[in-house]
C-alpha cells in the first residue's frame, strides 16, 4: 500500500524566510505527486504536480517543487514567504494511471509578518 | 465554471439521526472521489466514482456509511445512523481522464454529530 510522510507538523517562519516542507513516500512504481493548499476556512487547491520529465516542478505563487526519486522525496520550497502563505500543505501520490490519491497528514505554515 | 458544489456548508445533527451531504461536481469530469478530514486521521478516501459507477469503496468505515451517484451531476453520501465519531468535514472532489490527473475540491461540509 502506498504511504506519504510528511516530516512536520507546524513550520514557523517570518516574511521573506526561505521554505522547505518535506515529503516522503512509499509506493513500489511510477508515481504522480502533488502538493496541495489549504488555507484556512478553504478548500484545497493544486498547487502543482510531477507526473513525468524535469524533476523540478515550478506552480502557483513561486512554488516549486523536485522529485528525487533515488529519495522518493518530492519536497516543496519558496525562496521567500509571505504572510498570505500561512496554510495548511498537503503532499500527496498516485500510481501512474491510477486516479486514488493517498495524502499526507499535512502541515500547517504560519508565516509571521 | 462553478466548481465543485457541496451541501449543506454545516449540519449539526444528534447522534442517530440520519445525514445525507451531497455534491455536485464539475460538467464533464467523469471521476468523482468522497473524503473526510479529521485532526486524527487526516485526509482519507472513503469511495470514488468513474462515469457514476462506483470504483473503490474500501475506504467507506462501515455499513453506516453509503454513497451513491444517479447520474454524472450529482452524488450524495449518507450515514445512518450518526455518532459522534462521525463528525468531520467531508470533502467531495472531481476529476478527468488522463492526462491531467488532477482533483478539483469542493468547499467540504463541516458535520457535528452531539
Known amino acids: 500500500a502506498q504511504s506519504v510522510s510528511q516530516h512536520n507538523h507546524h513550520v514557523i517562519l517570518s516574511e521573506a524566510a526561505s521554505l522547505e516542507l518535506g515529503c516522503n513516500y512509499s509506493y513500489g512504481g511510477t508515481v504522480n505527486l502533488f502538493w496541495y493548499v489549504q488555507y484556512p476556512g478553504q478548500h484545497l487547491q493544486l498547487l502543482l504536480k510531477y507526473f513525468s520529465g524535469d524533476p523540478l516542478v515550478k506552480g502557483i505563487k513561486g512554488f516549486e517543487a523536485e522529485f528525487i526519486k533515488s529519495k522518493f522525496s518530492f519536497n516543496l520550497r519558496k525562496p521567500s514567504v509571505q504572510w498570505s502563505d500561512t496554510a495548511e500543505y498537503f503532499c500527496?501520490?498516485?500510481?501512474?494511471?491510477?486516479?486514488?490519491?493517498?495524502f499526507g497528514k499535512g502541515t500547517k505554515l504560519s508565516v509571521i509578518p | 465554471d462553478a466548481g465543485v458544489i457541496q451541501s449543506p456548508r454545516h449540519e449539526v445533527t444528534e447522534m442517530g439521526q440520519e445525514v445525507t451531504l451531497r455534491c455536485k461536481p464539475i460538467?464533464?469530469?467523469?471521476?468523482l472521489f468522497w473524503y473526510r478530514q479529521t485532526m486524527m486521521r487526516g485526509l482519507e478516501l472513503l469511495i470514488y466514482?468513474?462515469?457514476?459507477?462506483?470504483?473503490?469503496d474500501s475506504g467507506m468505515p462501515e455499513d453506516r456509511f453509503s454513497a451513491k451517484m444517479p447520474n454524472a451531476s450529482f452524488s450524495t453520501l449518507k450515514i445512518q445512523p450518526s455518532e459522534p465519531r462521525d463528525s468531520a468535514v467531508y470533502f467531495c472532489?472531481?476529476?478527468?481522464?488522463?492526462?491531467?490527473?488532477?482533483?478539483?475540491f469542493g468547499p467540504g461540509t463541516r458535520l457535528t454529530v452531539l
Open positions: 466514482f468513474n462515469n457514476n459507477v462506483p470504483i473503490d
Open positions: 460538467s464533464g469530469h467523469d471521476y
Open positions: 472532489a472531481s476529476g478527468r481522464q488522463e492526462p491531467y490527473n488532477e482533483q478539483f
Open positions: 500527496a501520490v498516485s500510481g501512474a494511471g491510477s486516479y486514488q490519491l493517498t
